[in-house]
């Protein structure tokens, strides 16, 4: 079965810290994996894909194949990074079925 | 705005009743989703519309139902409402019908069932 784990609802830290949202999947097959991020009263947004291997507003994530991983990072937090951050994969071939973590809420603190 | 539209933003109804939420994808885009954010299940894929065609389903109940119109914008229709579809339900839309293609989120309708 395909499944997305983010095992923490809330990740706290201060600012200039460094970051890491954690993601594990389930899939049997290769998988595309994403981040979305969800700001304050703003909608929800592509961050970052793995195919694409860019760091985007300082954030990286890399696809780890033998741990079923794709742990969302960023070296120094800033405060405007507090935001939602949902972790997703597509396995389902040629359609855009998306499977969602449960969320990580970053909270950076000044 | 040519972003995802969704109508209504705040929908509060009756259980048994039966409702209608609309979305209009950015223009050009050719596939709608629907997505349910529920504070106990998160955020799930529905279903998928690609050019008028249904294109990928996932834990859609049976009560609910969805189309894409000619002119792509799509409706999501629940029908024997229950408390537990009180939810947030989200529209995306993307150009292609694949994962390649980045999908853009409306605002969503927050639908209470009473």
């Known amino acids: 079965a395909q499944r997305v784990t983010q095992p923490e609802k809330l990740l706290s830290v201060f600012k200039g810290a460094p970051v890491e949202l954690k993601c594990n999947y389930s899939?049997?097959?290769?998988?595309?994996l994403f981040w979305y991020v969800q700001y304050s009263r703003q909608r929800l947004q592509l961050l970052l894909r793995?195919?694409s291997r860019e760091s985007i507003k300082g954030f990286t994530a890399d696809l780890n194949k033998g741990e079923t991983s794709f742990h969302l990072k960023k070296p120094f937090a800033q405060e405007e990074d507090s935001a939602m951050y949902y972790c997703?994969?597509?396995?389902?071939?040629?359609?855009?079925?998306?499977?969602f973590g449960q969320g990580t809420t970053l909270q950076v603190k000044p | 705005d040519s972003g995802v539209t969704q109508t209504p933003k705040h929908l509060i109804t009756a259980t048994g009743q039966r409702v209608t939420l609309r979305c209009s994808p950015r223009?050009?885009?050719?596939?709608v989703y629907w997505y349910q954010q529920s504070l106990d299940q998160g955020l799930q894929f529905l279903i998928q519309?690609?050019?008028?065609?249904?294109?990928a389903k996932g834990n859609i109940l049976e009560r609910f139902s969805a189309q894409q119109f000619p002119d792509l914008h799509s409706e999501l229709n629940l029908s024997s409402l229950e408390l537990g579809d009180s939810a947030l339900y989200f529209c995306?839309?993307?150009?292609?019908?694949?994962?390649?293609?980045?999908?853009?989120f409306g605002p969503g309708t927050r639908l209470t069932v009473t």
């Open positions: 519309y690609y050019n008028g065609e249904e294109r």
């Open positions: 223009s050009g885009d050719l596939s």
């Open positions: 997703a994969l597509s396995g389902s071939g040629n359609t855009g079925k998306l499977i």
């Open positions: 793995h195919i």
């Open positions: 899939y049997s097959g290769s998988p595309e």
């Open positions: 995306a839309s993307s150009l292609g019908q694949s994962a390649a293609y980045e999908q853009y």
